[in-house]
Structure formats: structure tokens, C-alpha cells
């Protein structure tokens, strides 16, 4: 079966997934967290994107960023995926890939579902059972995002700035807002749109998605009448 393309609207908010391959570990020590967030900051000004939220796991790697153009997000993660392939197999004297495959990404609905995805990464490390506290892991944007730490990687995106208008306040608020576990609904949600390729969002989104994008952006509906008009929308 023929692979859908990518889902990709200039100025549309995507969750990004990548996995090293076969789950391996893509990052040894303090020194590669490094590296890599660096080459992540360049490849903001070099392909006109922004990263808003991110955790580096020790086999894989989740983003959400807003890319500006058609190329941006392929050609950050094909330089990104060059240079850390390169270093880490300098480093560890290997040669061959790192990656599993193509990156995973999608669509998401910003005004609905931007605070729970941002709250989703930064959890990574505490579903993983390495930090009782997203605070106590180093690698993620939420020392920006509820700390107020100096992040040159992290753009603060508009609806999480609609939180508060001062910075300490908003920083509150985030964190507040961790109080309240994500439901293991909304988590299923986000996985399965993530690895699956579909949008995230609501009906009405998704509707304007698939309209923009002339492609089906969730699961085709099973059963019921084949010709009916939201059957044929289903099969888009």
C-alpha cells in the first residue's frame, strides 16, 4: 500500500516523532543532549521553523513545532538526522543507522489540543518512570515553559501566551495546569494520531484539513451505507 504524504500546511502546528532504530539509544550522556539541541537551534534559523516544546528521551525524540514552509519540517529533520548520525557514530566508533525509519508527525489542532500535547512530551520522563517530577528531567522545554529558564530552542507559541500576559504568571498557570493527569483517552488520541498520520483535533478541524489538503486525515468510518455522501468523504 502506497504511503499518504506527509500532512503539511505552513503556519499548522505538528507533533513530531522520532525513534532511533529498533528503540535503541540515541543518546549516551549529557554531551549528546547537547550536540543535539544545538544543531536543533541552528536548524531553526537555517529552515524557518519553530520548536515550542520538546523532550529528548534516551531512544527517541518528541518535537512540537510550527513549520513555516512546505520543506521545513523534512529538510530540519533530514539536516538534523545528517549531522547526529555523523557525531554519534564518530563518537561510539559505529558506522550504519540510527534512526527507525521516517519520522513520524501530525497535524494538531492548536486551540483544542496545544496545552495537552505540550504537558504530554514534558511527561515523557515521568510515564517512563525516570523522574517523579518533569522538573527533575533535564532535557525538555518545561524548565522553559514553567520554570522561565533561558531556553534558546523554545519559541513560545501564541495560544500557550493567551495563558497570561506576564511571564511568572503564565509559568503559574502552566504548571497548575499538571495537576490534572492527562486521561488515558487523550493519550491514546495523541499516539494514535502520531504513529497513524492522522490529524488532531476536532470534527470541524479535521473537516477543514481534509478540505485543504484533498486527503482523508482520520480513519476511514467502517460499515454503513458504501454510498453514502460521508462514507465517499471517509475514502478521500
Known sequence: MARLPRMIIPGQLQHVLVRGNNRSEIFCCDADYRFYL?????????????????????NHIHLLMTPFSEVSLGKTLQMLGRYYVQYFNYCYQRTGTLWEGRYKATLIDSESYLLTCMRYIELNPVRAGMVADPADYPWSSYHFNALGRADDVVTPHFEFQRLNNGDSKRQAAYRALFNQAISKTQISEIRNATNKAWALG????KEQIQLQLARRVEPAARGGDRKSAQFKINRV
Open 38 to 58: 544545538e544543531k536543533l537551534q541552528a536548524a531553526c534559523k537555517n529552515h524557518d521553523y519553530q520548536v515550542h516544546v520538546y523532550v529528548l528521551m534516551t
Open 202 to 205: 476536532d470534527s470541524r478541524f
